[in-house]
């Protein structure tokens, strides 16, 4: 279940005014302008900033992180900061009660370049918002949670605009089984940023409950790994492929597993394996 389409059970606190929102919190102008680009791609975001931010983008003006978060704390579903970890692992720490209740807390740095689940990872949905602001941003998420940690594939997909997420969703599966390999393993679907908006793509995310990682076409164009070239590809998006190149650059250390498969003319996919230690010592481990 995406982060997107999560609501509380019955086990979770009741909603208070605003609980299903989320709060970006920044300290600095660089973070109010990846807080802006938040606020325009995410519903029911609200953008705090230092009021020593010298910024135009516009947001709730605060003087202290720590009283902030005291305040506003039980009132979100997810709280996105824009800082260093020490300073949210300060004013987040006295307010922790059990992460079955606790919001999602995730932290960006600064420069763009990391976006970490920090609190509530499975439970409050902090690793989906952590690849769902990773996506958006082009940063590289991460996230620590032992179940997913240890998982080591990448399905890449590419489609045509408008495929249906079930015709996305059968592809997976179909790629799978045909590599005998199961779901459990899955720790990305993975796609170009030319498909950042695709509906039916981020549906099948939110059904098979993986994240969805958007790769930069920057980066696909320039990198120097190894895969198949698609002259269709390049006439339709210009990009050079989607499948291959998304799996292997969403992950680290990473080979291509199961070469790109097409599925009724309309979906690619690809499989890669990112090298994990534990793989290594016992590959049949599920």
């Known amino acids: 279940m ?15 005014i605003g609980k299903m929102n989320l709060a970006v919190i920044t300290l600095s102008p660089e973070g109010a302008d990846f807080a802006k680009q938040l606020f325009e791609s995410m519903p029911g975001v609200d953008v705090y900033i230092h009021e020593d931010a010298v910024t135009t983008v516009e947001g709730f003006r605060f003087s202290r992180i ?12 997810g709280l996105v900061y824009i800082t260093s970890c020490g300073v949210v692992v300060r ?15 995730v932290v960006m740095d600064v420069g763009g ?6 609190v509530c990872g499975h439970e409050g949905r ?6 769902k602001v990773a996506s958006i941003t082009m940063a590289e998420p991460v996230i620590s949670t032992s179940t997913e940690a240890l998982k080591d594939l990448i399905i890449g997909i590419g489609c045509r605009r408008g495929t249906s997420a079930a015709a996305i969703v059968r592809a997976v599966m179909e790629t799978l089984l045909e590599a005998q390999l199961p779901l459990s393993r899955v720790r990305l679907l993975a796609s170009a940023e030319v498909k950042a908006d695709e509906a ?3 549906e099948a995310a939110d059904e098979l409950e993986i994240p969805l990682r958007i790769v930069s076409s920057l980066e696909i164009r320039n990198t120097p790994i190894d895969f198949e070239h698609s002259s269709f590809v390049e006439e339709k998006v210009d990009l050079p492929a989607v499948a291959e190149p998304a799996a292997l650059l969403a992950g680290k250390k990473t080979r291509l597993l199961v070469p790109k498969k097409k599925y009724h003319n309309k979906i690619t996919t ?4 990112e090298s994990l230690f534990s793989w290594i010592l016992d590959p049949v481990v599920e």
Do not use: C, M
């Not at 720590?66 to 579903?77: G, K, R």
């Not at 902090?126 to 690849?131: K, V």
């Open 2 to 16: 995406g982060w997107l389409n999560w609501r509380p059970t019955a086990g979770d606190l009741e909603p208070a």
């Open 66 to 77: 720590i009283e902030l978060t005291a305040q506003i704390f039980e009132h979100y579903a």
């Open 91 to 105: 004013a987040v720490a006295p307010l922790l009660q059990h992460k079955t209740v606790d919001p999602a807390v």
């Open 113 to 118: 370049r990391w976006v970490i689940s920090l």
């Open 126 to 131: 902090a690793n989906d918002l952590a690849a």
């Open 200 to 202: 039916g793509l981020i």
């Open 270 to 273: 690809a499989i890669a394996q």
